[in-house]
């Protein structure tokens, strides 16, 4: 299936920090500067009222809120705050990279891949080398999506845009012409990060289904 | 001075969760649908490309996101994930009571205050009877700005729009007409949160006077 990423590239430096304060808070003034950009990337979803796209930096709240929220739904011993902070973190790569559509096909999640990879390098080395790497590794970690920690985030992440489109009454699965097959893979993704909430999403799309919003596909 | 809260009152409830799965988690989604209106509020300060205001949900993941980066600044002992999850809550209450303008009048803050009260009620009492107090709790205690997490919230509150009108080159304070001496009453609220980003917020004060963006005052 054809998606084009909205890939806008590496940004011009919005330059230097504030021309005050110690060095490391200068630097992460700049970091924080730079992070603002997130809120002018926007993905797919629309936000529940449907005036328009959502964007990158009010969804990570969403998630962030999720975490909050949905804890008790993380396999036991998960460490809820490394969840949190992976969730604040993990879409900063589309201020270079942009957003790549959920659906997209292998070649062009390959290219986003690289791109997102160049974006970290550029974006985390913004902040004092005593921090940089720390945050970095939980961008990593997000990625990998090894740990219970991770899982959870991307189960969360998964399922927000999944809620989206069912309180929409189809959402982006209607405007790209997805059918529920496609939809129970990421479910399956959900289910691996936590085994109630997969199990919601599964109802989620039996019920879209049942509603008639989502084609039920072969 | 005069300024009006963009108030919009009560919104109409966005109607029940989803038709499918457990009572406290159609409860929760309920909860987090209604939490999507976030994004619809429109704030004073502008995103740093200068292209929209900021919308309240993107701000509270930028505070969040501040809470990670400038963690060193809180005082010794600050239970950092409780005044992350406080930054997450913040500003919910803004979906019924919209937001106010910092510089706002007495007499405006009092009336934000009580829409905002209403708004917890009806907004906390949507999740489960076992979680909805705990995330209230949360946010009285943001509002309240008596422990080392609150107050180290609020700095982070009251930092963030004034490194944007430091970025915007003016922002906010020159369209309100906002002095110096303002500025430094806000200033104070930070150092009480974080002396070190009290000091960094006052050398930004002077930064912007020294560079003409914002006006000296008596």
Same mark, same amino acid.
């Given at each position: 299936?054809?998606?084009?990423?909205?890939?806008?590239?590496?940004?011009?430096?919005?330059?230097?920090?504030?021309?005050?304060?110690?060095?490391?808070?200068?630097?992460?003034?700049?970091?924080l500067?730079?992070a603002?950009?997130?809120?002018?990337?926007?993905r797919?979803?629309s936000?529940?009222?449907?005036?328009?796209?959502?964007?990158?930096?009010?969804?990570?709240?969403h998630?962030?809120?999720?975490?909050?929220?949905?804890?008790?739904?993380a396999?036991?011993?998960?460490?809820?705050?490394?969840?949190?902070?992976?969730?604040?973190?993990h879409?900063l790569?589309?201020?270079?990279?942009?957003?790549?559509?959920?659906? @997209? &096909?292998?070649? /062009?999640?390959?290219?986003?891949? %690289?791109? !997102?990879?160049?974006?970290?390098?550029?974006?985390?080395t913004? #902040?004092?080398?005593?921090?940089?790497?720390?945050?970095?590794?939980?961008?990593?970690?997000?990625?990998?999506?090894?740990?219970?920690?991770?899982?959870?985030?991307?189960?969360?992440?998964?399922?927000?845009?999944?809620?989206?489109?069912?309180?929409?009454g189809?959402?982006?699965?209607?405007?790209?012409?997805?059918?529920a097959?496609?939809?129970?893979?990421?479910?399956?993704?959900i @289910? &691996?990060?936590? /085994?109630?909430?997969?199990?919601? %999403?599964? !109802?989620?799309?039996?019920s879209?289904v049942?509603?008639?919003? #989502?084609?039920r596909?072969?």
């Amino acid at each position: 299936m054809e998606s084009a990423a909205t890939s806008p590239g590496p940004r011009p430096d919005t330059g230097p920090g504030p021309d005050t304060g110690p060095e490391p808070l200068r630097r992460q003034a700049r970091f924080l500067r730079e992070a603002d950009q997130l809120k002018g990337v926007a993905r797919q979803s629309s936000i529940l009222d449907g005036s328009r796209k959502e964007n990158s930096a009010e969804h990570s709240w969403h998630l962030a809120l999720m975490a909050l929220v949905l804890r008790d739904y993380a396999p036991p011993g998960t460490d809820l705050n490394r969840v949190t902070a992976m969730l604040l973190v993990h879409d900063l790569v589309e201020i270079d990279a942009g957003d790549l559509f959920v659906y @997209a &096909d292998a070649a /062009a999640q390959a290219r986003q891949e %690289a791109a !997102e990879q160049a974006a970290a390098e550029r974006l985390f080395t913004l #902040l004092p080398p005593g921090q940089g790497p720390a945050l970095r590794a939980l961008w990593d970690e997000f990625e990998e999506r090894r740990t219970p920690e991770a899982r959870f985030a991307r189960a969360l992440d998964r399922l927000q845009p999944m809620l989206a489109n069912y309180y929409l009454g189809g959402g982006t699965w209607q405007q790209h012409g997805i059918r529920a097959s496609q939809v129970l893979d990421k479910v399956a993704l959900i @289910a &691996d990060g936590s /085994a109630a909430l997969g199990e919601f %999403a599964r !109802e989620l799309v039996d019920s879209a289904v049942r509603q008639g919003f #989502l084609d039920r596909g072969q």
